[in-house]
C-alpha cells in the first residue's frame, strides 16, 4: 500500500508532472483515511488541490465507493424507487422539491430523500420543512421501513448512514471552499436506489456527476443545475441535464417552462409550503417548479415517453392531487 504522501504528490506536483487519482486511487486514499492510516490534514489537501483543478469523474466514483462501503447494507432492503438527495439548502425559494417528491409518493413512487442540515446554516434546509408537509424522518433502517409502508416518502439525515462523512463536508468551513467530496456527497445513494435524482449549483458538473455514476455502476440517474443547487428545476430557464439511462451516458435539454417570472420568494417555510399543498395559497412559479422537476423524475423512469407526456402527466396529478 503506498504512502498517502504519494497520492498528494500525484495531484500536487508542478504542471507537466501532475496528474488526476485515477478511481482505484482515489478509492484507496479515502479508505486509508476512513481507516485512520492518514491524517485529516493529509485528506484536506488532497481535497484542495483536486479542487483547485477540478475532481474527474474517476476521482469522484473511488471516493463514492470508498463510502459507500462504510454504508450499513440493510438500507438497501427499503426497495426504494427514486433516490433522492438534498444537500443544497434553498434561499431565494421555498424547498418545491419537497412538494414534487410528495406528489411522486401519492403516486405509488418510493422516495428516500436524504441530506445534511449543517452544510450552510445560511441557507434554509430541506430537512426543517418536512414536518409541515408529513414527510417524516428515521434514523434507522428499521424505522425507515416502518414509515415508508405508510407514506412512500421518508428522509434521512446523512448521520445516519454515513456518519464518516459529517465531519469531512464540515471541511468547508475551515478551508472556505467546497470539496469534492460535497459532490461525493449527493451520489451515495444509501438504498441503492434505481432510480436518481442530483441537483448541482455550476453548469457542467452534471456531466461529472454522470460519469461518476456509470464508473460506480448506477444505471439511471439525472443531475442538472438545480434552484439554489437543489434537485430541483428553475422553470424560469432552460435546463440542461446529463444522465445515465440504463448504463449508457446521454444528455438532454428542457425548454424554459415559465417565462418572465422572478426568482425570488418572499416567505421560505415549510408552513407555507404545506398552505400551497392544500390549496390555500396560490403560487405560479411554485406550481411550475414543481410539475417541471416531476416530469423529469417521469420521462427518467420510463413512466412518459418524452417531455411532452412527462410534463402533461406531472400537471394531471398536482392538478388533481386531492382528489
Avoid at 434554509?124 to 409541515?132: D, K, L, R, V
Amino acid at each position: 500500500m503506498p504512502a498517502f504522501t504519494e497520492f498528494i504528490k500525484h495531484v500536487g506536483r508542478g504542471e507537466k508532472g501532475r496528474r488526476p487519482l485515477t478511481q482505484e486511487e482515489a478509492r484507496e486514499a479515502l479508505t486509508m483515511y476512513l481507516d485512520g492510516k492518514a491524517e485529516l490534514l493529509q485528506l484536506a489537501v488532497l481535497l484542495m488541490l483536486q479542487r483547485v483543478r477540478c475532481e474527474t469523474g474517476e476521482e469522484a466514483a473511488g471516493y463514492i465507493q470508498a463510502l459507500r462501503e462504510r454504508i450499513d447494507p440493510d438500507w438497501q432492503e427499503l426497495a426504494i424507487d427514486l433516490d433522492w438527495p438534498c444537500f443544497a439548502g434553498k434561499r431565494r425559494q421555498p424547498p418545491w422539491l419537497l412538494l414534487a417528491a410528495k406528489l411522486l409518493a401519492k403516486n405509488g413512487v418510493r422516495i428516500l430523500l436524504h441530506g445534511h442540515a449543517a452544510v450552510d446554516a445560511v441557507k434554509f434546509q430541506i430537512e426543517s420543512a418536512c414536518p409541515a408537509l408529513g414527510i417524516r424522518q428515521a434514523a434507522t433502517p428499521e424505522e425507515a421501513k416502518t414509515i415508508l409502508a405508510h407514506d412512500d416518502i421518508c428522509y434521512i439525515p446523512l448521520s445516519a448512514y454515513c456518519e464518516p462523512l459529517v465531519d469531512l463536508l464540515a471541511l468547508r468551513k475551515q478551508v472556505g471552499l467546497r470539496t469534492p467530496l460535497n459532490t461525493v456527497a449527493r451520489a451515495l445513494n444509501p438504498a441503492r436506489a434505481p432510480f436518481a435524482i442530483h441537483g448541482i449549483f455550476h453548469q457542467g458538473y452534471e456531466k461529472l456527476h454522470a460519469e461518476a455514476a456509470q464508473r460506480v455502476g448506477d444505471l439511471n440517474m439525472v443531475a442538472f443545475k438545480g434552484e439554489g443547487g437543489e434537485s430541483e428545476r428553475s422553470p424560469r430557464t432552460a435546463c440542461r441535464l446529463a444522465g445515465v439511462s440504463r448504463g449508457e451516458l446521454y444528455e438532454e435539454e428542457w425548454p424554459t417552462f415559465l417565462e418572465g417570472a422572478s426568482g425570488k420568494h418572499g416567505e421560505i417555510s415549510g408552513e407555507y409550503l404545506r398552505q400551497v399543498w392544500d390549496g390555500e395559497v396560490d403560487n405560479n412559479y411554485g406550481a411550475h417548479a414543481v410539475v417541471s422537476t416531476m416530469a423529469i423524475v417521469l420521462k427518467m423512469m420510463q413512466v412518459c415517453p418524452d417531455q411532452a407526456a412527462a410534463l402533461e402527466q406531472a400537471q394531471q396529478w398536482w392538478d388533481t392531487r386531492h382528489q
